[in-house]
């Protein structure tokens, strides 16, 4: 069974930062690409950032210049995050898409919250 662990959250202040983590762990997959997405109370998930294997990135326009994802390793993520602002403010998930005998597999972690807010 595979899991993916973030870490990382909290409540900081705008202007503030966070650094969070994510690990996959459990059995062996092909990770093609890994991301962070967030969903606010009554809001939609919105995918933040997300990289490739290709170390390709894609970021939302609300964080451009102020998030950066990487990737320490095939099954790790961090995601850094600058200047945080209250409309920041959401559950954040770590997010793997793999592949396995031609079947694409969508993993999620449990989610952390951050909150910014003075």
């Known amino acids: 069974q595979v899991q993916l662990v973030e870490s990382g959250g909290g409540l900081v202040q705008p202007g503030g930062s966070l650094r969070l983590s994510c690990k996959a762990s459990?059995?062996?997959?092909?990770?093609?690409?890994m991301g962070w997405y967030r969903q606010a109370p009554g809001k939609q998930r919105e995918l933040v950032a997300l990289i490739t294997n290709g170390g390709n990135t894609n970021y939302v326009d609300s964080v451009k210049g102020r998030f950066t994802i990487s990737r320490d390793n095939a099954k790790s993520t961090d995601l850094q995050m600058n200047s945080l602002r209250p409309e920041d403010t959401a559950v954040y998930y770590c997010?793997?898409?793999?592949?396995?005998?031609?079947?694409?597999?969508?993993?999620w972690g449990q989610g952390t919250q951050v909150t910014v807010s003075s």
């Open positions: 997010h793997a898409a793999a592949r396995s005998l031609g079947s694409s597999y969508n993993y």
């Open positions: 459990g059995s062996i997959f092909s990770i093609n690409a």
